[in-house]
């Protein structure tokens, strides 16, 4: 895959980035030549790699727990001396109907999708405040937020 961006030097952080859509954003961003942390709850099956064989870094987070996602990104700032990159990945919800859902189920998936997200941009937008140049945050999103999905 060719890329007409060059990321060298970059340092770029992809929350839920062990597994697909996530690990995808990930080989891009190596393939584009950044430094990639990728953060999950779970680590990866095996390493998220570039076709050049350059691997992904783990970082093990709940993006629920904001003094988790804090210390995730000092460590980065800590281990690269800088962030680029935030790609808000994380999210999804588990196929529930309405009525075997309760109230903490709804909060909970509320937290991956909407509260996490912003705690990730905060923590990162405090590493990069301090650059030059600061960096760029990028949230993706679902077709679910658009087209509904029963359950």
Do not use: K, W
Request: aromatic share 2%.
């Amino acid at each position: 895959m060719a890329f007409d961006i060059d990321l060298s030097g970059r340092v770029a952080v992809v929350t839920g980035g062990t597994r697909g859509v996530g690990a995808g954003i990930v080989r891009a961003l190596l393939a584009a030549g950044a430094e990639v942390v990728a953060c999950a709850r779970r680590p990866p099956e095996r390493p998220v790699t570039a076709a050049d064989g350059r691997a992904a870094a783990y970082e093990r987070v709940d993006v629920r727990d904001p003094d988790a996602v804090a210390a995730c990104f000092d460590r980065v700032r800590a281990r690269h001396g800088r962030l680029d990159i935030l790609v808000n990945n994380a999210g999804g919800t588990p196929y529930r109907l309405l009525d075997d859902s309760s109230p903490r189920q709804a909060a909970r998936v509320v937290e991956l999708n909407l509260v996490a997200p912003l705690t990730a941009s905060l923590a990162a937008r405090a590493v990069m405040a301090r650059q030059p140049a600061g960096g760029s945050i990028i949230m993706i999103g679902s077709v679910s937020g658009t087209r509904p999905s029963p359950g």
